[in-house]
């Protein structure tokens, strides 16, 4: 589910307030997300831990 911020306002990503999934508030970047501690922005192991529990989630594939 996409929620707005101007809930007249287009789709645009600039009008997207956040997503929600299994009843949970997804963030709209990635820096929104709560790492794991030990884990920094930027390694394989952030990249790896997003892959897994954010950009899937957030973001439909357009094209296979």
Do not use: S
């Not at 996409?2 to 999934?21: H, I, Q, R, S, W």
């Not at 009843?23 to 790896?48: H, N």
């Amino acid at each position: 589910m996409y929620f707005k911020v101007d809930a007249d306002g287009d789709l645009a990503y600039t009008n997207e307030a956040f997503k929600v999934d299994a009843a949970k508030a997804l963030p709209k970047v990635p820096d929104q997300v709560r790492l794991p501690e030990g884990i920094k922005f930027g390694t394989p192991e952030a990249e790896e831990f997003l892959k897994q529990c954010w950009t899937f989630k957030t973001h439909v594939p357009l094209a296979e």
